[in-house]
T-cell receptor
Framework: TQLLEQSPQFLSIQEGENLTVYCNSSSVFSSLQWYRQEPGEGPVLLVTVVTGGEVKKLKRLTFQFGDARKDSSLHITAAQPGDTGLYLCAGFDRGSTLGRLYFGRGTQLTVWP | GAGVSQSPSNKVTEKGKDVELRCDPISGHTALYWYRQSLGQGLEFLIYFQGNSAPDKSGLPSDRFSAERTGGSVSTLTIQRTQQEDSAVYLC?????????????FGPGTRLTVT
């Protein structure tokens, strides 16, 4: 079983603050994806990281894949109320014949104005 | 160019009734996935299709759950003799099998309420 642990589970902050969300596993993944889900909608893909140590930036969001490809982090700078949502990480194992993603339980972020 | 669509968006049913949930994937996507999400929880994998076959049914919680896919496109998830614990949002996603790293695109979900 390939488990992805996300922390924290809940995060409530004021507009303008910085935050980091973590996604950890004991398994190695070929790639890792981050999704954001808003109430009443399906998750929307934010980014995919493939190479160990890779850093990707999406405006105020910075994503990093660990060197060993077992963990990832999402850092948000100067959070805004529009960042509110459920952030999910998901890992893909290319060695698996099943082609499925393994999802973490998510971090529920609330940004207050 | 449409995304993944699911129907119905909401379904309220009585305990013991059967329900069918439908997923229409992005055109050309050969892989299709069903997930279940309970309130405030992450995604629970149910079943995965590659074309019309289902290599992985390991996530189906009981034999009351079944799914099929025809023509390599539309999929239906059927829940027989629904129970209250089946209440959840059922999400469908699709991806291109030959497109590493298999990024998944989700539909808006079907919210199922069993009374």
């Amino acid at each position: 079983t390939q488990l992805l642990e996300q922390s924290p589970q809940f995060l409530s902050i004021q507009e303008g603050e910085n935050l980091t969300v973590y996604c950890n596993s004991s398994s190695v993944f070929s790639s890792l994806q981050w999704y954001r889900q808003e109430p009443g909608e399906g998750p929307v893909l934010l980014v995919t990281v493939v190479t160990g140590g890779e850093v990707k930036k999406l405006k105020r969001l910075t994503f990093q894949f660990g060197d060993a490809r077992k963990d990832s982090s999402l850092h948000i700078t100067a959070a805004q109320p529009g960042d509110t949502g459920l952030y999910l990480c998901a890992g893909f194992d290319r060695g698996s014949t099943l082609g499925r993603l393994y999802f973490g339980r998510g971090t529920q972020l609330t940004v207050w104005p | 160019g449409a995304g993944v669509s699911q129907s119905p968006s909401n379904k309220v049913t009585e305990k013991g009734k059967d329900v069918e949930l439908r997923c229409d994937p992005i055109s050309g996507h050969t892989a299709l996935y069903w997930y279940r999400q309970s309130l405030g929880q992450g995604l629970e994998f149910l079943i995965y299709f590659q074309g019309n076959s289902a290599p992985d049914k390991s996530g189906l919680p009981s034999d009351r759950f079944s799914a099929e896919r025809t023509g390599g496109s539309v999929s239906t998830l059927t829940i027989q003799r629904t129970q209250q614990e089946d209440s959840a949002v059922y999400l469908c996603a699709s991806s291109q099998w030959d497109s590493v790293p298999y990024e998944q695109y989700f539909g808006p979900g079907t919210r199922l309420t069993v009374t």
